[in-house]
């Protein structure tokens, strides 16, 4: 720099030296004269019609048209953004000539390593945000910055502080991402090996892996996945199952679907498997389809290709197909299995019958089997004639368990039954038959009895209406008083309100007699009224009030009456004659 100085004087006095003999001619030298020439870096630019590209009008350098040149647009974008050597507070502020001269010649090397402490021998690498430690701190500068500009020139600017720029060539994982070069985020710079006990490495993030770790991977090793410590797989889609398990399902069940249609880590093994099989394939694998495997409907003949929705499939249930042929009566398109049977199982039929007929099926009819009604010779068959509805009756199905003994026709069954298939007679018909103006109406208890307890078999004509013991087990008569109960029994009640043991007995019931208030008190047993005794001394009813212990004998009424009155007469009655102050006399 002081050479540079004593320059500039000499230049300077030998310009005034030139002004004093002809100012115009000295002052175009003074401008068109140089210092001396240029380094080889900027051997180019050498010349005195290019002083503007470094100064301004003949002035000092501009560090701006320094930067600006294209070998150092990058530097001053990391001096902006505060990175690297040029940036940090041994150099930031400074102008560029304090360190790279210029005006040398040709051979100077204008790096600036002289005007750094301790020269290149001695620099602190730390200055430039990546400090060299271990195994880097025992380098050449020369191993690491191999680069040189467009004059030959090696260049300390732009080289890669990823491990992969120096190391690629040392690294068995062929990685190819930038990310994935930093070393340092699973070694040491002391040694490769071991790494680092806490890796800066994330497989289940996106950014470093495209595969997370989880379920039975999470206790794979490395090694398992990835042989020779080769993490990037070339040619291979990083989750696809293939890479480490063999295809068991030999390519024809899903032929290229991803595993992970079934699979899946999280599941523990490959042998538990979950598939969405109606989302996947708008089939849904309901009732017994969802306990058959797989191969029951891909078998391999299939190969790649799907089976047939339809249970008419020849690789389903082309063999189960007990009906034959019997259904092209239809004509076409023929009916298929699952208007009549779920996927649940063949039997029971879940035919809507109401929906898909002309003929509902109410009441004990949508209880009943198909062959019931439509009962061909051959199980698997039905007859064609109950497929229409216009010849449907109800005779016609029920007249082989001979109902109501043939007594009504099709016609008339409607006209008592609620509806098809239905026991519950109208309130229409019970009024006919059994309404307060027919000859047997139902009252009390006989309104909830049910039809068959009086109409046996169902037979509905010549039903007594005597209710004998063909309706009533007579307990309590035993049959002693015959089987017409309605001479002393209202229709549905028990007590005997019709009776008159006055106007039905040639015993009529008088003073007493008439307030005893049951018929057991004299009749106990309610079996023998025939043979209840009319005597009073007959046991059972006075002859535990015989205060004369027998001695007058069994004719009490001779005495006494029915009315509580004695009408004994000593003087008729005996053979001792009571006058005088006798006839006063009390009997005892």
Not at 189 to 194: G, L, Q
Not at 212 to 234: T, Y
Not at 317 to 337: E, I, M, S, Y
Request: with cysteine; aromatic share 6%.
């Amino acid at each position: 720099m002081r050479l540079h100085r004593q320059a500039l004087t000499v230049a300077a006095a030998a310009a005034a030296l030139v002004a004093v003999t002809s100012p115009a001619r000295a002052q175009d030298d003074f401008f068109r004269s140089s210092p001396g020439a240029l380094s080889a870096s900027h051997a180019e630019i050498d010349g005195q019609d290019n002083c503007n590209e470094c100064h301004d009008g003949g002035k000092a350098t501009n560090d701006t048209k320094c930067l600006g040149c294209h070998d150092h647009q990058d530097l001053k974008r990391r001096i902006d953004t505060r990175k690297g050597f040029h940036a940090s507070n041994k150099v930031r502020g400074k102008k560029c000539e304090k360190c790279h001269l210029e005006h040398r010649g040709r051979s100077f090397d204008i790096m600036g390593w002289p005007s750094i402490d301790g020269g290149i021998d001695a620099f602190d690498h730390g200055l430039t945000g990546w400090p060299l430690r271990q195994k880097h701190a025992r380098l050449d500068c020369g191993e690491c910055h191999k680069n040189k500009n467009r004059q030959g020139l090696r260049t300390f600017l732009g080289e890669d502080r990823f491990c992969g720029g120096c190391h690629k060539k040392d690294t068995p994982h062929e990685f190819e991402r930038r990310e994935l070069l930093a070393c340092d985020r699973c070694h040491s710079e002391s040694a490769w090996k071991p790494q680092l006990p806490t890796m800066r490495f994330d497989h289940n993030d996106p950014k470093d892996a495209a595969m997370p770790i989880e379920g039975a991977h999470a206790d794979v090793s490395c090694g398992k996945c990835h042989p020779k410590a080769r993490f990037n797989l070339p040619n291979k889609v990083p989750d696809d199952c293939a890479n480490c398990h063999e295809d068991p399902h030999d390519g024809h069940l899903f032929g290229t679907r991803k595993c992970s249609w079934c699979h899946s880590p999280k599941y523990g093994s490959l042998q538990k498997y979950r598939f969405d099989h109606k989302r996947r394939t708008r089939f849904d694998t309901t009732g017994a389809h969802a306990k058959i495997a797989c191969y029951d409907c891909h078998t391999a003949q299939l190969g790649t290709r799907k089976p047939r929705r339809s249970c008419e499939g020849a690789s389903c249930h082309a063999d189960d197909n007990v009906h034959g042929l019997r259904f092209q009566q239809f004509g076409k398109p023929l009916p298929k299995c699952m208007v009549c049977h779920p996927s649940t199982s063949w039997a029971p039929s879940e035919f809507e019958h109401n929906r898909r007929t002309k003929f509902a099926l109410t009441g004990k009819h949508a209880d009943v089997q198909c062959r019931a009604c439509h009962r061909g010779k051959l199980k698997p068959k039905f007859t064609w004639e109950r497929f229409d509805a216009k010849k449907v009756g109800c005779m016609g199905c029920h007249q082989h368990a001979n109902v109501h003994d043939r007594e009504f026709t099709d016609k008339d069954c409607l006209r008592c039954h609620k509806q098809p298939g239905v026991i519950q007679i109208t309130a229409k018909a019970v009024d006919v038959y059994h309404g307060p103006k027919s000859r047997f109406p139902l009252r009390k208890g006989h309104k909830d009895v049910a039809c068959i307890k009086c109409h046996i078999n169902e037979n509905y004509e010549n039903t007594p209406m005597e209710c004998g013991v063909r309706c009533h087990e007579d307990s309590l008569h035993k049959g002693t008083l015959g089987d017409k109960c309605s001479r002393c029994h209202y229709e549905g009640e028990w007590p005997a309100v019709r009776f008159d043991h006055d106007e039905d007995t040639d015993w009529p019931l008088n003073g007493w007699h008439r307030k005893i208030p049951k018929c057991e008190d004299c009749h106990p047993r309610r079996e023998d009224y025939h043979k209840t005794p009319t005597n009073c001394s007959a046991v059972g009813c006075h002859a535990q009030d015989d205060v004369h212990k027998g001695r007058l004998g069994d004719q009490c009424e001779r005495c006494h009456l029915e009315t509580g009155q004695n009408v004994f007469n000593h003087n008729r009655d005996s053979d001792y004659k009571l006058d005088g102050a006798h006839l006063e006399t009390r009997c005892a």
